[in-house]
C-alpha cells in the first residue's frame, strides 16, 4: 500500500494550477457527499459499512487524517439525514462536481488522476 506521503505526491503532480485547487476544494467533497447521498437512499447498512472501509482504509495511512475523515463524514451523514432532498439531488450533484472535475483539468492540461489510478496498491 502506498504511504500517505507517495498519495500526496502523486496527487500534487496534477494539481499546480491554482483554479484547479480552488475546483478541487468543492468538487471532491461533494462527489463523496453525493456518493453517500445516493447509497443512503438505498440501503443505510451499505453505506455505513462503506464508510467504515473508508475509514479504516484512511487510518491505515495516517490516524490523524482518519479522525479528520471521520469528522468531515459525520457531518455530511447529518446533513443528508436532515436536508429534504430525493436521490437526485445527489445524482445531480455527482454529475456537477464530475464536470467541474473535469474542467480543472482542462484548465491544468494533465488527465484526472482518478482515472490514472485504479488500484490501490
Avoid at 30 to 53: D, R, Y
Avoid at 89 to 110: C, D, M, N, P
Amino acid at each position: 500500500m502506498k504511504s500517505i506521503g507517495e498519495w500526496f505526491d502523486e496527487y500534487s503532480e496534477s494539481h499546480q494550477n491554482p483554479i484547479n485547487k480552488k475546483i478541487h476544494w468543492v468538487c471532491v467533497p461533494a462527489i463523496l457527499f453525493s456518493i453517500i447521498g445516493i447509497i443512503a437512499h438505498f440501503s443505510a447498512l451499505l453505506t455505513a459499512l462503506l464508510v467504515v472501509l473508508t475509514l479504516i482504509f484512511y487510518a491505515r495511512l495516517d490516524l490523524v487524517l482518519a479522525v479528520a475523515m471521520a469528522a468531515l463524514l459525520v457531518v455530511m451523514a447529518w446533513l443528508i439525514y436532515v436536508l429534504p432532498v430525493g436521490v437526485g439531488f445527489y445524482i445531480a450533484l455527482f454529475v456537477f462536481a464530475w464536470i467541474g472535475q473535469f474542467y480543472g483539468h482542462k484548465v491544468e492540461g494533465k488527465n484526472l488522476l482518478s482515472l490514472k489510478i485504479c488500484n490501490f496498491s
